[in-house]
C-alpha cells in the first residue's frame, strides 16, 4: 500500500491538467501561508498598542478590529487565489480564477482605503480630543464616502474585465444630476448641517433664540434641528432656515447685561433725587456675581420722574439672573421706605372752575 503512495507515478498523475504533487505543493505552500499570516497578525496587534497606545484603549482597538475582520481574512484569500494561478487550468476556468482573483483584490483594495481613511479620521478625533459633534458628522457622511468608493472601485473592476463602462458612467451622472435637481432642499440642508457642526454657532443643549422661536436646542440632525421651547412643545426647524436667519446663542454669554427703570413722584425732593444713583449702585455693588455700570435720572415722564439702570450679571444662567433681581428690586424697595422715597404710579390730577363764584 505505502509502496503505491510514493510510486512516482501516483504524484505524476494528472487531475485537470494538473499534476497531483502540484497540488499539494499548493496547499502545503498555503499552510505555510497561513502560519506566517497568523505570526504576522499577532506582531502587528503587539506594534499597534505600543504605537498608538498613547491615543487610548478605544482608538488601538478600534485598529485592531479593522485588522483581524478586515484586512487578514482577505490576505488569507489573495494568497491562496494567488498560488492557484501557479495552476494550469482550462481557459474557462482559468478566466473564471482570474475574474475571482481581480474582484478579490478590488475588495481588498476598497476595504484597505476605507480601513485607513477611518483610521485617519479617528486619529485626527482623538488628538484634538472629545468632540461629540465630530463624530455625528461623521457617522453622516462615510456611508455617503463608503459608496462613493464602492462605485469607483466597481467601475474600475468592470473596466479591467474588459467591460464597456462609458454608458455606465453616463448613467451615473445623469442619475446623480437627476437626483441632485430632486433634492435641492434636502442637499441644501445637508450642507447646512455640515457648516453648523463645523462652525458651531450653537450645540446641543445650548438656549437660542431665532426669530420668533426659542429653547434649547434638543438634536442636531442631517435635515432638521429640534428644540424645546420654554412652555415644553418640540420645535423642528430645517438646518437651512436656520443658517438663513440671525440666531442669538445664551449659552455662549459670559456676561448678561441688564437694564431696568423705575419711576418716583414729582414731588419728590431734589436732594433726594441726586442721592438715588449711589443708592443704587451701593445696593447692586454688595450683591455678589455683579457689576454695576450706570444710573441716571433719564427723564419727566407723564406721572413719574424716571431713572434709568444698568449692571452686568456674570453668566448666562437665566435662573440666577432672576434671583439677583428680585435681590435687587426687594433692596430697593426696602432702601426706599426708609428714605421716605415714594415710587410713582399712573395719576392724573383734576382742576375743575367754578363758574358760580365767578359770575357772584
Known sequence: MYDFLFNNNFFNYVFYGNKLIDYLLVIFLFGISVVLLKIFKIITIKSIKKVFGSLGEEFSEFIKIRIKRRIVPLLYLIVFLSLVKTLDFPSKVDRIIDIIWMSLFTVFGIVSIISLLEIIINKLLYEKGKDESMPQLLKSIMPAIKISIWVVGIIFLLSNLGLNISTIVAALGIGGIAVALGAQSILGDLFSYIVIIIDKPFEIGDYIVIDDMMGNVEHIGIKTTRIVSLWGEQLVVSNSDITKSRLKNYKKMEMRRVLFRFGLVYNTEADKLKQIPDLIKNIIENIE????????????????????????????????????????????????????????????????KNELDKTS
Open 289 to 352: 456675581e455683579t457689576k454695576f455700570d450706570r444710573c441716571h435720572f433719564f427723564s419727566f415722564d407723564k406721572s413719574d420722574l424716571t431713572f434709568e439702570v444698568v449692571y452686568y450679571v456674570n453668566g448666562n444662567d437665566y435662573n440666577k439672573y432672576m434671583d439677583i433681581q428680585q435681590e435687587v428690586n426687594l433692596s430697593i424697595k426696602e432702601k426706599f421706605d426708609k428714605e421716605n422715597i415714594y415710587f410713582a404710579y399712573p395719576t392724573q390730577t383734576v382742576f375743575i
